[in-house]
């Protein structure tokens, strides 16, 4: 599941509407994980606003339902090679905690 970093309501729906829909699809044994995205907003002034998820928030709800793996957070405008390999990493995560 991914999330905008620069949009707390994003992080919201996860928790409100995705991991609900997501277990009401899929098996108590499969895993999920989660990605923030458009980090690079939280470090430019000038799009942030001051109105961004802070990362310790993402952390918790990560620790909270269990995500596979770690908790990352990518940039196709920072590193778009950076965001590749993060995706990479959580689809192993992913199939490696399939339960």
Request: glycine residues 4%.
């Amino acid at each position: 599941m991914c999330y905008a970093t620069d949009d707390p309501d994003s992080l919201n729906n996860v928790w409100r509407v995705w991991i609900p829909e997501f277990r009401r699809y899929y098996p108590a044994s499969t895993g999920f994980c989660l990605l923030g995205l458009k980090r690079d907003t939280r470090l430019d002034e000038m799009t942030v606003d001051g109105v961004t998820v802070a990362k310790e928030r993402a952390k918790i709800l990560h620790e909270r339902f269990e995500f596979c793996g770690d908790y990352l957070e990518c940039s196709v405008e920072e590193n778009p090679q950076h965001a590749r390999h993060c995706m990479d990493l959580l689809i192993t995560d992913a199939l490696y905690n399939w339960r």
